[in-house]
Structures are given as C-alpha cells and as structure tokens.
C-alpha cells in the first residue's frame, strides 16, 4: 500500500502492533497472514489470549494502529 507515494513495508509473522489511542496499550502480534477468498490479505494478532483478525490494509492505517518495533535478529 502506497501512503502519499511512500511504500510501507510488507507486514510479516512477528510484527507487532498496537491500537491507536488505546490506553491499555496492549500490544498484538502477528502470528498469521493470509489471503481470503475475495483477495484482501488478512492478518491474525494474538494477544495472550485473545485473537484479532483485521486486514492488512486496517494495520497499516495509523488512525487504527501503530507499529511497535520489534528487534530482528539477522545474521
């Protein structure tokens, strides 16, 4: 997706997130990603013991949520 000619990077398993203005300030993970039927890719967030199924689009709008930055181990 495209924001004002700037690319966001792809979503990936791991990526975490939290929703904008949310005071409780919890903080979902990614823990699937797939394509449904009607090709809008979905993603499954997991929070302990909840679970949340948005769409991607939906994660990268920042008036829904924001990313958190997760520290990626490479090589």
Not at 6 to 30: H, L, S, Y
Not at 51 to 62: A, E, F, I, P
């Amino acid at each position: 997706m495209a924001i004002f000619g700037r690319k966001t990077p792809p979503i990936q398993v791991g990526d975490r997130f939290m929703k904008a203005n949310d005071q409780t300030r919890k903080v979902w993970e990614v823990s699937r990603l797939w394509t449904a039927v009607d090709g809008v890719p979905h993603a499954r967030l997991v929070n302990q013991h909840e679970t949340l199924m948005v769409s991607v689009g939906t994660l990268n709008d920042q008036e829904f949520f924001v990313v958190v930055p997760v520290m990626r181990n490479e090589p």
